[in-house]
């Protein structure tokens, strides 16, 4: 089997790659190891910048993100027992973000490429990459009970942080830049209507909470905890007191919105980056390049973000007569720039608003004062909500 572009993964990263090559006439066959049913109904991401909706739409793929997504013009933060909000659209020129579920988006780009015919395996496991210093890199893969190889021209690894691309690239070309945080995020799905209109970021000191959302009518909540906490010991009963507690406000004029909880999850936090993000005939996109902390609420967009830097590179080499190939020579220094913008943005909200084990009253303090100021200064607050719905170049 022969194609131009290989990709490894059918999550946003190689489903939106996919999307944009199809339009650039550019043949790709995308490759996904897990069964379909799993992919669309795996809980992920569920805040979508201003860039993300934007190619989506521009693209025929947003049409019912539009209608059923949920856009938000603000956040709140909550520290010292108060809440204080960011009006995002106000200081970013009209700019907002989105609630709209990544299961869903990628129901969406399943469905587009389905429609068009071109190439898409569920169910396809790539055991190996091979030749990527050539002209010919070759992705072999079990689909159906038997072995395959595909032929490209190009590699894009878009199969996550445990996909085997990365792992292609020989030892000593990579650099590996990861920090490992000494707390998690126990979030659960309640069937209770969000107890804010806007996201609440909260700052306390039993800990970090979030106010998010799926639906109007699905709430998503979250509450720092052990990176090994135990399910078993947060029964429903005590997920619901640690949440009132920790959103409490002096004036007790806030209600929290109960209901049956029907997920409950444990999420590590980590931030990882590898340089570079080409080898040879490879580029890896997405969660296969870097990881990021969820407090910024980045890692689908900035998925979305690499591939559309080489959906444009390879377009200009394919586009080309003589095969331009200066993009897709820029693409790992072009897409580091924004990757490491939003890694000291995630780490920044991380940092800012998790209490960390041995915090002392001097780092409590600290922490408040940073809160203070961001909320008290349109600068500092300028400066969250541009990085929170997206700059357009980093």
Request: charged residues 25%.
């Amino acid at each position: 089997m022969r194609t131009q572009v290989g990709i490894v993964g059918g999550g946003p990263a190689g489903l939106v790659l996919g999307h944009l090559l199809h339009e650039a006439g550019i043949e790709a066959v995308v490759l996904e190891a897990r069964d379909r049913e799993y992919v669309e109904k795996r809980v992920r991401a569920g805040v979508l910048e201003q860039g993300t909706v934007d190619l989506l739409v521009g693209h025929g793929v947003g049409e019912r993100a539009q209608r059923e997504g949920i856009v938000h013009h603000g956040v709140e933060l909550q520290f010292d027992g108060e809440r204080h909000r960011i009006d995002l659209s106000a200081l970013t020129g009209g700019k907002a973000i989105m609630i709209y579920p990544q299961q869903d988006v990628v129901k969406d780009l399943i469905n587009a490429r389905l429609k068009t015919g071109a190439p898409l395996a569920f169910e396809a496991r790539a055991t190996a990459v091979e030749g990527l210093d050539g002209d010919r890199p070759v992705i072999r893969y079990e689909h159906e009970g038997a072995e395959h190889e595909l032929e490209c021209d190009f590699v894009a690894g878009c199969d996550g942080f445990h996909g085997i691309c990365r792992g292609a690239i020989p030892d000593g070309v990579l650099r590996v830049y990861e920090r490992v945080y000494p707390f998690a995020w126990l979030g659960v799905l309640a069937e209770a209507p969000p107890s804010s209109e806007e996201l609440i970021y909260c700052h306390s000191e039993r800990g970090f909470a979030l106010a998010s959302l799926r639906s109007l009518q699905i709430s998503r909540l979250y509450l720092q905890c052990a990176p090994d906490e135990d399910l078993e010991r947060w029964p429903d009963e005590r997920i619901w007191e640690e949440l009132e507690r920790r959103f409490a406000t002096r004036d007790g004029d806030w209600t929290l919105t109960r209901g049956p909880i029907f997920e409950k999850g444990v999420t590590p936090m980590r931030s990882f980056v590898v340089e570079p993000l080409r080898h040879g005939r490879l580029f890896l996109a997405g969660d296969a390049a870097h990881i990021v902390p969820p407090t910024g609420a980045k890692g689908l967009n900035l998925a979305v973000a690499d591939v559309k830097v080489l959906a444009a590179a390879l377009s200009r080499h394919y586009g080309d007569g003589d095969g331009d190939a200066s993009g897709l020579d820029a693409y790992s220094r072009t897409c580091l720039r924004r990757v490491w913008r939003v890694q000291h943005f995630s780490w920044w909200m991380t940092s800012m608003l998790h209490r960390f084990e041995g915090d002392d009253e001097f780092q409590l303090r600290l922490q408040l004062s940073q809160l203070a100021y961001t909320v008290g200064s349109r600068a500092a607050a300028t400066t969250l909500a541009e990085n929170y719905v997206g700059l357009e170049t980093a």
